[in-house]
């Protein structure tokens, strides 16, 4: 693995590592000290032509927890806004001595053309409705810390499915771990493609319920035009909302995530959202590990030939 | 490959060691063995199982994974997340690292970087089941099983159950 760029060209032998490296950094990350040396000496960039706070303060925090600096790029503030070019951009970042760079673009497959342009390794931070890999990692390891396995369970992803690159990452990862994912979702939030992907498709949350394991919840995405293509964020609560009645009807042992940041009242109940049984505090918590376990990957040690 | 130490063996060394980490901390009471994965683990059980019959009271071993304070992670092949467990409070503690094979020096350098991450023991000690010499650091074992002289194109290789299928010492040959 030289670039983490998709979650579905990662082989399952390659995921379970990931996850069990992702596992020890979790333990790192509970010492008094959350800070080991291992990559000493490399500088991370974090590049995100689209804004981001969270994401990219868990990247950086996991680089600085494996000793390595960090620089980043906001596109408000950088000559993109004088018309310099992604590909002049990216060689002038690569230039100053970076090792490693987390791209994050509006664009499909930008972090790809970067890969190409680049000698160092490439981490997709998030591509347009595309993908975003670490996301998927994190939602994983969260499934995996509280079941063991990701083998056998069945996991509904709900919402809107067409333009969250958070659903095409998890059904890639969680399929390939072993889970059966159902997705749940009005005809028109679902992709044009999901008939290819190797999912089960329900219209009626109310149906799927009661035969999960874990829900997970997408967020409503009003700045990528989610209010134009239902009616209302009323009916969308009504149909496809997590709240309490639906919240009671799932197993005793069954989980909710949720990628946030959430719109309580819309896809999750405001006090399921605070149940012990919604991981989503965890899923941010393992967001560093897991990240660093990629940047460990691709960093420490030699690469693959 | 030839065996140069047998399961008999072995148990007589950790047996050995025991008596000889009593002497040492006069007690257990202050002990925390720590052994250094994969191998040190299973060896530091073994020690702590001796060490909780010589007192009578039960001794516990944790690990310490170094992998992340390796001083060669530039160069070696991908370097695997190993556990790191620590029963007991470092601060105060006479810690006792254990290794299998002594060798540069650098696993043990590595190791004491990472303790000092994680607390400030009273003392840190060394035992180790070889110590087959060509040191690279400043380090010495406090506590060893067999020295055993070897070249440097030689390979010793430890084996400890339930890690490997069975338990004993080996020394080879550059091919082997």
Known sequence: MNHLLSTEDVDRETLEQLLSDADGFSEVLSRPIPKVPALRGKTVATMFFEPSTRTRMSFEKAAKALSADTVSFSPGTSSLSKGESLKDTVLTVRAMGVDLMVVRHKSTGAPWRIAEWLDIPIVNGGDGAHQHPTQALLDCLTIKQRFGTLDGLRIAIVGDIRHSRVARSDIFAMTTLGATVVLVAPPTLLPVDAEDWPVE????????????????????????????????????????????????????????????????????????????????????????????????????????? | MRQVMSEDDLARITTRIAHEIVERNHGVDSVLLLGIPTRGKPIADRIAAALSDIAGSQVVAGSLDIGLYRDDLDTRPRTRIGPTDIPAPID????????????????????????????????????????????QLPIRPDFVGKNLPTSVEEHVSVHVEPVDDDTGVWIGGADG
């Open chain 2, 92 to 135: 105060g503690a006479n810690i006792v690292l254990v290794d299998d094979v002594l060798y540069t020096g650098r696993t043990i350098r590595a190791a004491l970087d990472a303790l000092a991450d994680l607390g400030r023991p009273a003392t840190v000690q060394l035992a180790v089941i070889v110590d087959r010499g060509h040191r």
């Open chain 1, 201 to 305: 498709v329900a219209d009626d949350l109310d149906d799927v319920v009661p035969s999960v394991d874990v829900v997970y919840l997408l967020r409503v995405q009003t700045e990528r035009g989610g209010a134009s293509v239902f009616p209302s964020l009323s009916e969308y609560a009504r149909r496809f909302g997590m709240n309490s009645a639906r919240f009671d009807r799932l197993q005793d042992h069954a989980v909710v995530l949720h990628p946030g940041p959430m719109n309580r009242g819309v896809e999750i109940g405001y006090d399921v959202a605070d149940d012990e049984r919604s991981l989503i505090l965890a899923q941010v918590t393992n967001g560093v590990a897991a990240r660093m376990a990629v940047l460990f990957r691709l960093l420490g040690g030699e690469h693959d030939a």
